[in-house]
Every structure is written in C-alpha cells, then in structure tokens.
C-alpha cells in the first residue's frame, strides 16, 4: 500500500474514533488538546483586533490611543457619524444573515443551531466593530472578541467534523480565551464562558475551557505585556460601617443596570423599518452630539476608567459623563451598532461607583473609603447585574486588583445590584433581553443541558441492517440471531420494521416460503428521517419533534452510511438512568 494512502487511511480512522469518544466525553485529553488550540487561536485573534484598533488610534491620537478628548468640536461631531455612516453602508450591502454578530449571535447559535457559527460572520464582526471603535462610537471590544472567537473556534470543530456537544465547549474555549485575553484574567475568562455564555457547569468541560483561558492569556502576556488592564491603587474598606454606603451604591447601580437594559431595549425597537445605514449614521451623530459634553464617552473609555481610579474627575464631571455614556452606548447599541456591551458597562459602574464614593466622602470626610474603591465596586457590581453574572464579576474584580481585601466588599455590592436589577425590578440579562426582542429563548433546564452534552453515537442502536427489497428467509433468520432489532429495504429509507415483528412474522408462515418482498410484508413500519451523527440528543428530540417522528437513523459525518438507530425512548432513558 502507497505510505500517504496508509497514512489518510490511519488519519480518518482515528478521526472516526475520536468523534465516537467525543459524542460520550470520553476523550478527555483531545478535547483538552482542542481547549488549548482553541485558546491559541482566540489569543491570536484577541491581539489582532487590539492591533487593528489600536494602530489607526495612535495615528489621529497619538500615544494615548484613547486620548478623542483632544479632538476639536467639529472632529468629535463628524468622526464617529461617518464612522456610523461607513459601518452602515457595509450591513446595507450584507445579507440579513450576515449581518448577524455580537453575544447574542453566539447565543442564538447555541440555542438554535448547535453552536454552529459562520466563519463569514465572524469576519464581519472583525472589522465592523474595529471600524466602529477607531471612529469612536460608545462600544466594546470584547463582545466583538468573543463573536470572533468562539466562531473560529467553532469553525475548527466543523472542520474536523467532531459531535456538536464538543463544538459547543469549543465556543466555550473561545469565550473563555476572548474574555482571558482582552482583561489578562484568565480565571474570569473560564467563569464568564461558563456563567454567561454556555450557562452551565460541567466536569467535563472545565479542563478545556481552562486551558484555552490560560494559553489565551500567555498570548496577550507575549504580545502585551502582563501589565492589566487598569491602573488599580491599593484599595481596602476604611472601616466595616463603611457596608452600609457599599450596599447604597449597589442598590443605586442595580437601578443603573435596569435603566440600561430598558433604555437599549426600547432604541432597540425604534426604527426597524428604516434602512439599517440610515439607524447606524444616526446614531452615530447622537454620539458625537453628546461627545460636545462629554468627550470621554468615545471609543472603549478605559483610560477615563483609570482617571476615575486617580480621582481625576470630579463629581459634576461623573455625572455629565455617566448620563452621556448611558445614552450614547443604549442608543449606539439599540440602532445596532457592532459592538460590545462588555466594556461600557465596565465604564459606567466606574462612573457611577466614583460619585458614590465622591459623595460619600463629602458626607464623611474623616473615615471615607477612597472613592476608587467604590469605582471599582461599582464596575463589578453592574457587570454582574446587566450580564447576570455575578461569580464572573467579582473573580473579574478580584484578578484585576490582586487584592483579596476587597472581595467582602465587592461580594456585597455585586449581590445587592444584582437582587435590585433581576429581582427587584425583574429585569434579565441583557443578552437574554436582547434575544427576546427577536423573538429567541435561550432554553437552560437541567434535562437540555443533559441532552446538549452527549452525541447520538452514544445512545443510538447499533443492531440495524439493511436488506434488497427481495430476501430470502435465511438472510433474515441470520439477523435475528446476530442481534438485528431494525430491518430496512435499500427502496425504502423512510420507513423500518422492528424485528421483533419480524420474527413473529417469520414464525407465522409456511418455511416453504424462502423469499420475502420487504416492501410488501403486512407489518407495522415505523416512520423515519436521519441526522448527522454529529448531532446531540437535544437535536435529535428535536427533529423527532419537527419531523414528527419517534426515530432517526444517525448517518456518518459525511452521509454516506447509516451507522444506527435512536428512538424517543432511548433518549428519554438516557437522562433517567446514568450512563456508563
């Protein structure tokens, strides 16, 4: 045999094996191998979007890529409305499928399609939000990172043709190393991925995700330094009377988060009917109109985070800032623009969490906390709140500062913000909020995320064969004792006989009859479609239920044999009773 037809030969036997393993996790240090390219990969595309951005800024900007504040009026007005004009002409010329980006993208994918995310998609988000960040609308880089990614990360599981359960905890790995990445806070990262994106915590995908957070990291670190992100002081509690004013400031940023959400809801209802470069130039011109107040609301504001941190701002200057931002960014974001909400949302706790300390030292000059301390708090506590992400806020805070002095403190305000925004005013996430209005549910009960886990390689009944339509009586008895329960004619793939019904059959007639027309016998059949064996069992209930049927022939990865059967039942005794 030629070497290289052996060699392909071994490759896709080996594959075949390791989709089987994947379908039943099974294949615990391939899929850490995959977690750990994954995280390279999502590393990669991390420093490529901060350099695609950042290069541009440093030109018009100097140094400090951040620095729109020394901008002249007109530039302020007219950079981020042709910004808004450029990225809206670009959707306009898309297809409304490929218009599809952000968080909520990823989301829907998952709910809805496997975790299947388009490469072509993923291109899109690149540049459109690069575009969109260089021309300073109130945007986010990390959502954006995440879409990227997760979708490249998804794109190599479909490559490879592995089970969906394993792309689902590859987005996961792209999540984890997008978020790792973008913050140096690879312990956040894993959370996030966890708590927000896939909204479940399983053994089995913890390693992988892990390691794509930590591989991620070691690539912003080479690229960038392991400076983080914020200049954080010494921060600490002045005094434990001092919760009192903490768990005001989360109740206020709780308030905060619900006005936020609301506020992106509603401009996201606003002018759909009108052409989507006309929504993006608008808002755009919004943005540059409240940059005349408020300059610091342009691009990411993370070195107006770090003046906040300083004290540079003062409390008039805070609250001109936090209402132009929440504007800008709802309606940025309501007239859809591609960014991410992440870092805004960052941004306005800040803001918010620095006028609470600001007037709480006002109120108590003596035996006040810093006001950085409560910026900081209040940046975790309305992460946590707008996101619904709580534990993924305060490991946020707590890599950030490097400071285990703070984690009381931060517990506090991330769980009074948290219980004001989703249980006090009964307000979700804003990804959730967000697929609502297009009329999506993300589904999370625990048997889904039972079903989402496992491949139907590994429910489905390898005892099948498939027959000529005309056989003979020997060829059937031969089955049955080989332990064949569904029979099928090449004439007839729709349709199957149970063997049990079958050997009755047989049983029944006269042994003078020695051929049988499949097609023909008087047996109950029973209805059928396939599916990919990439397929979980949460797809394939499914299909029973789209298709209307109670059995599906699971086809190999590339269609072209039939490798088993899996039925309602068996799915449905695969979350009854525990699996080996």
Known sequence: MNPITWIKQFAFRYLDDLRLRLAARRAPWQLALLGLLSGLMAGVVMVAFRLVTEIPQITFLDSNHENYEALSAVWLLLLPTCGGLAVGLLFHWLRPADQAVGVVHVMERLAYGEGHLPIKNAGVQFFSAALCIVSGQSVGREGPAVHIGSACCSWMGQRLRLPDNSIRVLVGCGTAGAIAAAFNTPLAGVIFAMEVILVEYTLASFTPIILAAASATTVAYWSFGPAPVFQVPALSLGALDHLWYVVLMGVSIGILSTVFVRL?????????????????????????????????????????????????????????????????????????????????????????????????????????????????????????????????????????????????????????????????????????????????????????????????????????????????????????????????????SRHLLVSADLQRFLAAEPSTVEVFDLNELPLPRTAIVTISAQATLEGALRKMERQQVSALSVVSHWGTQVLGIITREAIERSYRLPLN
Request: charged share 10%; net charge neutral; aromatic share 8%.
């Open 264 to 492: 992106l809801v509603f401009f996201s209802r606003r002018l759909t009917t009108q052409p989507v470069w006309l929504r993006m130039m608008l808002a755009g011109t919004c943005t540059g109109i409240l940059a005349l107040w408020a300059p610091q609301i342009m691009g990411i504001g993370y070195d107006t985070v770090n003046a906040i941190f300083q004290g540079e701002l003062g409390l008039q200057l805070l609250l001109i800032v936090l209402l132009c931002k929440l504007l800008a960014t709802a309606l940025g974001l309501g007239f859809g623009l591609p960014g991410g909400v992440i870092g805004p949302t960052l941004m306005l706790g800040a803001l918010a969490g620095g006028a609470v300390g600001t007037l709480v030292t006002l109120s108590d000059p003596q035996h006040s906390s810093s006001p950085a301390l409560y910026a900081m708090l209040g940046m975790g506590a309305m992460m946590g709140a707008t996101l619904n992400a709580p534990l993924a806020a305060l490991t946020a805070l707590l890599e950030l500062t490097a400071n285990p002095h703070i984690i009381l403190p931060a517990m506090l305000a991330i769980v009074t913000a948290e219980l004001t925004c989703h249980h006090g005013f009964h307000t979700p996430s804003v990804f959730l909020k967000l697929m609502e209005v297009r009329g999506l549910e993300y589904t999370s009960n625990p048997i889904s995320q039972f079903l989402r886990r496992l491949g139907v390689t590994h429910v489905m009944d390898r005892g099948f064969a498939q027959f000529p339509r005309y056989v003979g009586r020997h060829q059937l008895e031969q089955s049955l004792v080989a332990g064949v329960h569904w029979i099928q004619s090449y004439e007839d």
